[in-house]
């Protein structure tokens, strides 16, 4: 379906009627195994000899729509879905690195991406290196001989602001390393990191593509254009497998070996396996997921304008306001729109920032992003609590900061309601 564009591909990419029963939906395989042909083609799908379903955990018909779809949407060979976001960074990771290894990560990222990396990654012996991501010659420096991957945000989550990608891309590259992009808040409607450089995308389905705040997701997208033999630095791939008695993966799978990789190596062994039924929720949410962004950016930047002139406001980051500092890349990586994440500088710090969540109506205070109802958290108080000031500051979670996640409302209401909670604030 590459000849079609990207409204069609997102209601039809990976999904055909059911054979047996004609169902136009894609039906839900709510099975934990599949019977085998015979013993020979048990013995061919367990070898990597076939593809084909074996086992949920592994593969599942429901989820191969979604992952066709998600890989369709961002221009890449395949993808591979899993239980949420942060299991497909689990998952990416576990495929790159080796115990002593490192990787480069932009300072501007969601503070449990920030938490997974700096603490629990350590557990396996990989390390980070914090750069911060807004100059690209920040990447450059932080690279070192164990670095194994740059990790980025298109769109910086909880500021919004847009990243370079072209720019870190050509720096990965330069040092013979994969550019990976988290594309969770502009989702591949406005963003396609793939087409600016980066070798894999990853997505919390949770967000955006599901779009209705029910069902946990995460998504890896391979862009099949690395040379992984190059320079010996990722022995799962270029390496004989044990676990498949010498398979090399690379050599046999080519442009799609590291999303194969992440699948019978990683889901197969660690096991955040996506249920049949979120995958089913997902891919009706990405039905809609064209006309959810835009309006998503276009009533976030009529609100974004009403803050930025509002006396109990200090400032307002939002790539959309043609003052912002990434308003230039906002033109040259999504011009459709900016997407519905926003931040903004309460006056009175802290404490106004608390009572704003917790007086405010109609916006729902929750730790989530991506929902058709518009939704407001306080970040120093919430998800990024347990970083130390320094890291809050440089993720943009200072104690004033204020995140809007700006749903499907009519925008004036949205409006009226931030209006009133600021008044109380």
Request: contains cysteine; glycine residues 10%; hydrophobic residues 45%.
């Amino acid at each position: 379906m590459s000849d079609f564009k990207f409204d069609t591909l997102a209601v039809h990419a990976g999904a055909k009627p059911d054979p047996t029963t004609g169902a136009r939906a894609t039906p839900i395989f709510q099975t934990t195994s599949f019977v085998f042909d015979d013993v020979e083609h048990a013995a061919s799908l367990f070898g990597l000899q076939a593809f084909g379903n074996i086992y949920t955990r592994i593969t599942n018909p429901t989820t191969a729509v979604l992952e066709e779809r998600v890989a369709a949407l961002e221009g890449g060979v395949a993808a591979l879905a899993v239980a949420s976001g942060h299991a497909a960074q689990m998952l990416v990771f576990h495929t790159l690195m080796m115990p002593g290894d490192r990787f480069v990560a932009a300072t501007q990222l969601y503070g449990g991406s920030i938490t997974q990396f700096g603490h629990s990654f350590q557990k396996f012996d990989w390390h980070v290196d914090w750069a911060d991501a807004t100059d690209a010659a920040n990447i450059k420096k932080a690279i070192g001989p164990k670095t194994k991957a740059v990790f980025i945000e298109s769109m910086a989550n909880p500021s919004g602001r847009i990243i370079d990608i072209a720019a870190i891309a050509a720096v990965a590259h330069e040092a013979g390393i994969p550019l990976i992009v988290d594309n969770t808040l502009a989702s591949p409607y406005l963003i396609r990191p793939i087409e600016h450089g980066a070798d894999i995308v990853v997505h919390s389905a949770t967000k955006f593509l599901g779009g209705h705040g029910n069902s946990m997701g995460g998504i890896i997208v391979d862009a099949g254009k690395f040379d992984w033999s190059k320079g010996n630095k990722f022995p799962t791939l270029t390496e004989p497998t044990a676990s498949y008695h010498g398979l090399k993966i690379y050599e046999t799978f080519g442009a799609i070996s590291f999303a194969i990789a992440c699948r019978v190596l990683g889901l197969r062994d660690l096991g955040p396996a996506i249920s049949p039924f979120n995958a089913f929720m997902i891919i009706t949410g990405i039905e809609t997921l064209h006309l959810r962004m835009q309006r998503h950016s276009d009533s976030a930047l009529k609100v974004a304008k009403h803050l930025k002139a509002h006396p109990k406001v200090t400032w307002v980051s939002y790539a959309g306001l043609e003052d912002d500092p990434s308003h230039a890349l906002q033109k040259k990586y999504a011009p459709k729109g900016s997407g519905a994440i926003m931040t903004f500088g309460i006056k009175g710090g802290y404490d106004s920032g608390v009572k704003l969540v917790n007086g405010i109506e109609l916006l729902s205070h929750l730790a989530n992003i991506g929902d058709t109802r518009s939704l407001i958290i306080h970040p120093a108080s919430t998800t990024h609590r347990q970083l130390s000031d320094e890291q809050k500051k440089s993720a943009s979670a200072g104690p004033d900061v204020v995140r809007l996640s700006i749903g499907l409302e009519d925008a004036d209401d949205i409006i009226a309601a931030l209006d009133k909670g600021l008044a109380g604030a």
